[in-house]
Structures are given as C-alpha cells and as structure tokens.
C-alpha cells in the first residue's frame, strides 16, 4: 500500500498474478501469466515460488545423487575387469559434457 494505490501478487510454478488496485476511484487490473505444463516443470526444476519443502526435496536429492556417484566411483576402483573402461566412459562424459556446455555458452 502507498496512499490510495496498493497491490499483491501470487505466485506458484509456472503461474503468476498480479493486482493493482486505486481506493480512490475503485478500479483495479488483474494480470495473470499461465506459462502451461513446460512452464510448472521448468519452475519445480529451478525451485521457484514452490515453498521451503520444495527447495528441501531439491537438496536432498542433490546430496543423494552425489553420494550415489561417489559410492559408484569408489566401487569402480575395486572392480578390475571393468575399471578401465568404467573410468573412460567418466572421461568421456565429462568431456561431453564440457564440450556442450561449451557450444550452449555461445
């Protein structure tokens, strides 16, 4: 609120509205943005306006996957037959990875 003129706004995954509205003269505008399904799936994978529980599940499972790639990894080391192709399909990966994150940086 400042004065006569105010407004609020609500957010969620891939949806937004906003209010604006004059005490004065009684009038008001509503904006609303529905950005679909992809818009509510790009949201939830950023994290963004879905709440604290939201931002925890995300965590959590980042701590997850990195400990289920590190207990592999460690495994990798103690399985013989399969190391040295474990390790080049790793560097392979991860020069792909550096390679498209190369071409998508341009």
Same mark, same amino acid.
Request: net charge positive.
């Given at each position: ?51 604290? !529980? ?5 965590? @959590?499972? =980042?701590?997850? %996957? #990195?400990? *289920? ?14 190391? !040295? ?5 790793? @560097?392979? =990966?991860?020069? %792909? #990875?550096? *390679? ?7």
């Amino acid at each position: 609120m400042d004065g006569d003129q105010g407004s609020f706004a609500f957010k969620a995954p891939g949806y937004t509205a906003d209010t604006f509205f004059d005490l004065k003269s009684r009038e008001y505008q509503i904006s609303m943005n529905n950005q679909g399904p992809l818009g509510v799936l790009n949201d939830l994978h950023r994290g963004r306006d879905s709440g604290k !529980v939201w931002a925890w599940l995300i965590d @959590v499972s =980042g701590v997850f %996957l #990195l400990v *289920v790639s590190l207990t592999g990894l460690g495994i990798l080391f103690y399985l013989k037959k399969v190391s !040295v192709k474990g390790f080049a399909t790793g @560097v392979a =990966g991860c020069a %792909l #990875l550096i *390679v498209l994150a190369w071409l998508a940086s341009k």
